[in-house]
């Protein structure tokens, strides 16, 4: 059994598990660190704190809903914590953070039928399911589900597994082919139930994935003020040519929609939602792999809406995004479904956690224009999320338990193989173990990306005979080359697979470009045109005010930026670039006939790692930067 939260029984590569590949210190290993020493611990701190636990035992002692504290969806942040938990659980070999505790509140809130919801269930069974637009019912299911499978492929199965066993033939009976032909505002329970079939064996599951899936857009909710797109219950699955309405819908439905389409052998599926991954990565995605550029419905915009400074980004989308890029990849073995996962990864999933793993970015923005909100210790009072302010814990604090899942469960993301070889998708330090149809195989991967671009694969375990190692090489990295023995080549932005008959002790090196670039926007983004952006590697860089004034200066992208380190951003490589103050002289009115040119002398401007944005107070940002030139 593979150990991961992606185990389709078809597909083109076979994804390994957490007990296959170990991500070991660098970028990403300390990282999964973090989560597990503080991350986690967080998250359950403050479930705990706000009552959100709690809620389990008020329903299951049959208390006043009165008692009931968090919002409608409060359950499934529980279950995104178990989840965590479960794949942190199988990394340490043993029971973390009170697993098994939680899992008896679950279990002991759950009816006889198998329904399980503390907001509707202690009003009894007339409140089921009579808002499924909002009520979050079946998503909450959705992430019982996967935490159920996650503790079922790690450690077998146990009285989580038995929970949502019984709550998934209860959405069965309720929506399934006699059942109500209805569907949940939030997408998420597909690609649940669709694992779950995995996991099982049980067709229903699998079929009720599927209706749920076929069944939106006919239309199958009601109508509201941002639209039907906002569930993307606007035109059925298989005739939508864009990602569009809210980002972490939309991304969730493609998700199980994929899943549904793999297991179903359904081509017709799947080629609707690689069009529509094609036209969104085109036209309504960020440079830092941010999707999402609306805050008033957290929506995706119209083709080319790509405000920096109103981007909504949400690091849930994020996570979602490299859940669809995944399947995407398992599916078709295509690596540009891992390009856009790492740029996601090291410039939105990184930028949420602050650097103590215990305040976090829900918005990403790509432009600060004000000071952020200085740091609040306890939850943000507000409603809506802060913007250039990470936050210790939110009243909808959906972004820090899906960080949480999502690193404990990385190491699931890195690498994959088929019978003849592994390929190795995200570059970081890790050792892999797994069997190939000569035998078994292990690497130990060892590299500083991204902040050099050295990848060594050293072979530690062979079957004899030729066998593969693929190593993917960025869309960026024109120029790479790779080595071995006495060979060098040139490897071109792909997969870069070298087949013989490797031994233990040999290595395979892959040297990529890390040379600093200018990124220049399509002119259709009317937002940032007359801008550029600066990257190195698979990193977006932007200018922070602890550094400069931002609100004045542009760039001259004629001369290439500098490599620097930072002694306060641990060392990290920061750059310089050349830039001169353009704020014209006041008048009384912002507007002429003629444009206002550059004023002063050229001065240096320091540029950091986006995703390290943040960290050394409140400050204002900015990604693209005016072009002087």
Known sequence: MVKGPVVPTRGVLRPLGVDEVRLTPGFWGDRQELNASVILGHCR?????????GNFRVAAEGRPPSELNGREFADSEVYKLLEGLAWESARAGKDIGGLEEITGLVAAAQEPDG?????????????????LEWGHELYCYGHLIQAAVARARTHGEDELTGVARRAADHVYREFGPDGRAGVCGHPEIEMALVELSRLTGDDRYLEQARLFVERRGKPALADIEFGRTYFQDDVPVRQARVMRGHAVRALYLASGAVDVAVETGDDELLQAVIAQWERTVAARTYITGGMGSRYSDESFGEDHELPPEHAYSETCAAVASVMLAWRLLLATGEPRYADLAERTLFNVVA???????????????????????????GQWPWGRPPVGRRAPWLAVSCCPANLGRTLASLSAYVATADDDGVQLHQLTSCAIETALSAGRVGLRVETGYPWSGAVTVRVVEAPGGPWRISLRVPAWAGGASVSYGETRQAADPGLVTIERDWRPGEELRLDLPMRPRWSHPDPRIDAVRGCVAV??????????????????????????????????????????VNARETRPKETPWPYGTEPSPPAGEPEPLTLIPYHLWGNRGPATMRVWLPDIS
């Open 535 to 576: 990257e190195r590697g698979p990193l977006v860089y932007c200018a922070e005010s602890p550094d400069a004034r931002l609100d004045s200066l542009g760039v001259d992208p004629a001369t290439p930026p500098a490599e620097t380190t930072a002694a306060d951003l641990g060392s990290a490589v920061t750059l310089t």
């Open 115 to 131: 329904y399980l919801n503390t907001r509707f269930g202690p009003h009894g069974p007339g409140h089921r399911y009579r808002d």
């Open 351 to 377: 930028a949420s956690p602050a650097t103590d793993g215990r305040a976090f970015f829900y918005v990403n923005t790509l432009q600060q224009r004000v000071l952020g909100p200085p740091r609040v210790e």
């Open 45 to 53: 701190e403050w479930m705990t704190r706000t009552g959100w636990i």
